[in-house]
């Protein structure tokens, strides 16, 4: 069966979306299929005066309205329901009024895996999280939810076992007797929950499913609180084995290829992989990085200028190959000569590889790419327009500092053929902010260059003379 599944998922596709979860195996469970913990006075998974729920799930698509976990007495009070209801989160809390605190938020994948958080605070706000970002809250009951003696359930309606299964996989299930703010459920989302936590103290029910059988599942937490599959049907898979390990790239849309999902797609860069071994459950990669604004500003090799200002690092395990697609329509085409992968161990690029590959319009394509761990990887453009690129010829020595700056930067020139220079500063988009002319300047050159008030964001600076001309990138606060 796991070698009928590799076989079929080495597709072709740069528009799938998945991010890439954290553990060994992960449980997949039918539409009538559940994990049941019974009511545990000594790790309480009752609501108090706040929790926080979380869990990594593959939804297979299966109806609508599914339930994902919850804890609830059958007259709809005193508990929660976390559920996905049209591909988006669906968190209700009932309170001991039975007044229903619920908002619908976010959204769920429908072919790749998902982290999906929630909390709640009485008094205080119902807040959903997906994939480490918050996607939505409202205002919470003042009014106690009760503690109740019924099970906590995972994958079915909490209330009736034969109702709105999840139809899908579902790892790293955690209940916390705390409400977790934004940062502390995106730094710990893909890393396993040690004492380091700083809600280690607060955590009720930590299941990881790396059991290699049923039907008992451990509790990783010290509170016993052991989970039961509901039948033999239930299956723990290493065929669905995402990235593990420590890294630090969650500001952006984390896209992973793993061994079950050989496509993804992150910001204007789409990839396939293919493994060197479909029997190595292993191998996999992820494209990210931890810079929001992808901003940095050291040169690249030769005549390549990184103007995109983008670069992804790779964290990988096991061997695959990954064809990597680049979507340029962003970009100013109209004269760029050439297009390359630029790679190396650190994110300063001047002395990079350089891989070629295919420019088709606004595509950029190459295949057969082996990341390698820790390694960035970015984009190399030749142009001969400003914006992207400085006059082909000879490029001229400069540096800007401080980077990024709040007001005047200091230029700095060296072994320049002597003359007048003109000095521009541009936006990303090619619009002139600021000019200046030199009068004759000797080879080597420094001066204070103040181009007034500017808008927070990324400039290019171009200084041009008789015979040759450079250009950095500025980062204006």
């Known amino acids: 069966m796991k070698k009928a599944l590799f076989s079929f998922l080495f597709i072709s596709s740069s528009l799938i979306f998945s991010f890439a979860q954290y553990g060994l195996n992960s449980v997949g469970v039918g539409a009538a299929e559940y994990i049941e913990v019974l009511d545990n006075p000594n790790g309480s998974l009752n609501a108090g005066p706040g929790f926080t729920f979380e869990a990594w799930i593959l939804n297979f698509g299966g109806p609508t309205n599914q339930k994902v976990a919850g804890k609830l007495v059958n007259n709809f009070r005193n508990g929660f329901i976390y559920g996905i209801e049209d591909l988006q989160v669906n968190f209700e809390v009932f309170d001991n009024n039975g007044t229903n605190t619920s908002l619908k938020a ?52 909490p209330w009736d076992i034969n ?55 451990a509790d990783e937490s010290p509170n016993e609180n052991f989970g039961v599959f509901s039948s033999e049907g239930i299956v723990l898979e290493p065929v669905f084995l995402p990235f593990k390990g420590e890294f630090e790239m969650y500001e952006n849309d984390l896209q992973g290829i793993w061994n ?22 292993e191998a996999s990669a ?75 319009g606004n595509t950029f394509t190459v295949e057969e790419v082996v990341p390698a761990d820790g390694w960035y990887y970015t984009l190399g453009f030749k142009t001969t327009i400003s914006g992207t690129k400085t006059i082909v010829g000879n490029t001229l020595q400069m540096d800007i500092s401080p980077n990024p700056v709040d007001g005047p930067f200091r230029l700095h020139i060296q072994a320049q053929q002597p003359g007048p220079l003109q000095v521009r500063v541009l936006t990303m988009a090619g619009e002139l902010v600021f000019s200046k002319a030199t009068g004759n300047v000797p080879a080597d050159y420094t001066e204070w260059v103040d181009p007034g008030h500017l808008p927070p964001g990324m400039y290019l600076v171009e200084v041009s003379g008789a015979q040759q001309a450079g250009v950095r990138k500025l980062a204006v606060r």
Request: no cysteine.
């Open 106 to 157: 976010g959204s769920i994948s429908a072919i790749g895996w998902t982290h999906v958080a929630g909390s709640y605070e009485v008094g205080g706000m119902l807040t959903i999280y997906v994939n480490g970002e918050k996607v939505g809250e409202r205002a919470a009951s003042a009014i106690p939810v009760n503690p109740n003696t019924n099970p906590f359930r995972i994958g079915i309606a």
């Open 163 to 217: 109702a709105l299964g999840l139809v899908g996989y579902v790892d790293e299930a955690r209940y916390w007797q705390a409400v977790l703010d934004e940062e502390t459920i995106r730094e710990w989302m893909h890393k396993d929950v040690t004492a380091d936590h700083p809600d280690y103290a607060n955590l009720s029910l930590y299941h990881k499913y790396n059991e290699t059988e049923g039907p008992a599942v």
């Open 260 to 281: 079950a999902k050989t496509e993804g797609s992150s910001d204007i860069m789409s990839f396939t992989g293919m493994f060197f071994d479909s029997l190595e459950l």
């Open 286 to 360: 992820i494209f990210g990085h931890s810079d929001g604004d992808y901003s940095f500003d050291t040169d690249a090799p030769g005549d390549y200028d990184r103007s995109l200002s983008k670069a992804w690092q790779a964290a990988t395990q096991g061997g695959l190959f990954a064809g990597l697609s680049f979507d340029l329509s962003v970009v100013d085409m109209s004269q760029v000569e050439e297009v390359a992968l630029l790679s190396g161990p650190e994110e300063d690029f001047s002395n990079a590889d350089v891989t070629s590959g295919t420019l088709d």
